[in-house]
């Protein structure tokens, strides 16, 4: 069965720090990848996400970056932490179909001091 | 562009109660999937049920249902005889058709659900 992992758990940062979240899929191949964030007591909204390695696409121009060096990992990174940066970040994986449904990590709070 | 609403910010019910949470969506696609995640307290988004959009039979699992009309534009979701553990919040979530760009997924705002002993 597949599997989804995120870390680290919980992160408290000050502003100006960098910043690097992993997520790591088991059980399945070339996978869909997807990283977003919540804010407190909102909706999700879709940062960025991988159809294959080296392969991303941006949804809002932040300044977070995400790579997808292996074919199952997928890091968000940023240079540079702002105190809007605070949030719940997801990540997500779906088989490479059309449609499928996205299946969630266990999700890295993140706070910005 | 596509869009999702959820009106209802927060519910609160007492157990045993039945509880329906709206779900209104927008989209100019003709193929579509309508999603809906459980989020509890502890964070992690469960998914509950997907629909294509050429599939409008009613589906029910457990106690749970999902009331799919595509002449109203309307997912909704039925919670049968309430119970304390579901108390979550629920999102309602649709993705286009996708393709090379894959299925990239818009939430709703979410309903707040508590349930009361």
């Known amino acids: 069965s597949q599997t989804i992992h995120q870390w680290p758990a919980t992160l408290v940062q000050p502003v100006g720090s960098p910043l690097s979240l992993e997520c790591t899929v088991e059980?399945?191949?070339?996978?869909?990848l997807y990283w977003y964030r919540q804010a407190a007591g909102r909706g999700l909204q879709l940062l960025f996400y991988?159809?294959?390695?080296?392969?991303i696409s941006s949804e809002v121009p932040q300044n977070l970056s995400a790579s997808r060096p292996q074919d199952r990992q997928f890091i968000l990174s940023s240079k540079k932490l702002l105190l809007s940066d605070s949030g719940f970040y997801l990540c997500?994986?779906?088989?490479?179909?059309?449609?499928?449904?996205?299946?969630f990590g266990p999700g890295t709070r993140l706070t910005v001091l | 562009a596509q869009k999702v609403t959820q009106a209802q910010t927060e519910i609160s019910v007492v157990e045993k109660e039945d509880v329906t949470l709206d779900c209104v969506y927008e989209?100019?696609?003709?193929?579509?999937?309508l999603f809906w995640y459980k989020q509890p307290p502890s964070g992690e988004l469960v998914f509950l049920i997907r629909?294509?959009?050429?599939?409008?039979q009613n589906e029910i699992s457990g106690r749970y249902s999902w009331n799919f009309q595509k002449s109203t534009s309307s997912f909704n979701f039925t919670i049968t005889a309430s119970q304390v553990v579901d108390s979550a919040v629920y999102f309602c979530?649709?993705?286009?058709?996708?393709?090379?760009?894959?299925?990239?997924?818009?939430f709703g705002e979410g309903t707040q659900l508590t349930v009361n002993p």
């Open positions: 997500a994986w779906s088989p490479g179909l059309a449609g499928g449904e996205q299946f």
């Open positions: 979530a649709l993705s286009e058709e996708g393709g090379a760009s894959g299925s990239r997924l818009t």
């Open positions: 629909r294509n959009s050429f599939d409008e």
């Open positions: 059980g399945t191949s070339n996978p869909n």
């Open positions: 989209t100019r696609d003709t193929t579509y999937y």
């Open positions: 991988s159809v294959g390695i080296g392969q």
